[in-house]
T-cell receptor, first 113, second 114 residues
Framework: GAGVSQTPSNKVTEKGKYVELRCDPI?????LYWYRQSLGQGPEFLIYFQGTGAADDSGLPNDRFFAVRPEGSVSTLKIQRTERGDSAVYLCASSLSTNSPLHFGNGTRLTVT | AQSVTQLDSQVPVFEEAPVELRCNYS??????LFWYVQYPNQGLQLLLKYLSGSTLVKGINGFEAEFNKSQTSFHLRKPSVHISDTAEYFCAVSGMDSSYKLIFGSGTRLLVRP
């Protein structure tokens, strides 16, 4: 079956611009997660959704980062006034429930020039 | 809070040799432990997990790991590696009180040579 789909796979943007990264979770998965993986590092937790609500957004680095999941399925990670330090691979994962295994997408590679 | 240390950034090994990838963690609460593998240009894939019970956990592709609470370790092993095992391996931990939040190590690149 279809896995977690992330679009675009690559995004290049200029410093100061706004970007949106999309995640389509596996159908029926109620939990959705965003992680960020910088070069040479392991993924870092950003935010966790249970249904439509953000149950934990403690990993978002600052108020330029925001994520939504309005219908409890697709999620969008939004980054305002991008900075070069935001360059990373942004990973989305979903799970059937909170205690179920996470299924990761292939990520969106964001490059801020 | 939890943290994970993977001391080896890269482990070169010859095909059919055994391998051990080391992982140590710290936590003030009881934890769940995981190993994920990331093949080039692919997403993270769960290899195995320890939630409770037997401390020796078997996963996919012939990998296994042993949870050692006294040494706060969860080392990954395979008795005989293949070229196709070349990938990045990540150890991760989550607290039982916040099981949705995985804390990852920095990864170990396993390089299998013929």
């Amino acid at each position: 079956g279809a896995g977690v789909s992330q679009t675009p796979s690559n995004k290049v943007t200029e410093k100061g611009k706004y970007v949106e990264l999309r995640c389509d979770p596996i159908s029926g998965h109620t939990a959705l997660y965003w992680y960020r993986q910088s070069l040479g590092q392991g993924p870092e937790f950003l935010i966790y959704f249970q249904g439509t609500g953000a149950a934990d957004d403690s990993g978002l680095p600052n108020d330029r980062f925001f994520a939504v999941r309005p219908e409890g399925s697709v999620s969008t990670l939004k980054i305002q006034r991008t900075e070069r330090g935001d360059s990373a691979v942004y990973l989305c994962a979903s799970s059937l429930s909170t205690n179920s295994p996470l299924h990761f997408g292939n990520g969106t590679r964001l490059t801020v020039t | 809070a939890q943290s994970v240390t993977q001391l080896d950034s890269q482990v070169p090994v010859f095909e059919e040799a055994p391998v051990e990838l080391r992982c140590n963690y710290s936590s003030s609460v009881s934890v769940y432990l995981f190993w994920y593998v990331q093949y080039p240009n692919q997403g993270l894939q769960l290899l195995l997990k320890y939630l409770s019970g037997s401390t020796l956990v078997k996963g996919i592709n012939g990998f296994e790991a042993e949870f050692n609470k006294s040494q706060t370790s969860f080392h990954l092993r395979k008795p005989s590696v293949h070229i196709s095992d070349t990938a990045e391996y990540f150890c991760a931990v989550s607290g039982m009180d916040s099981s949705y939040k995985l804390i990852f190590g920095s990864g170990t690149r396993l390089l299998v040579r013929p």
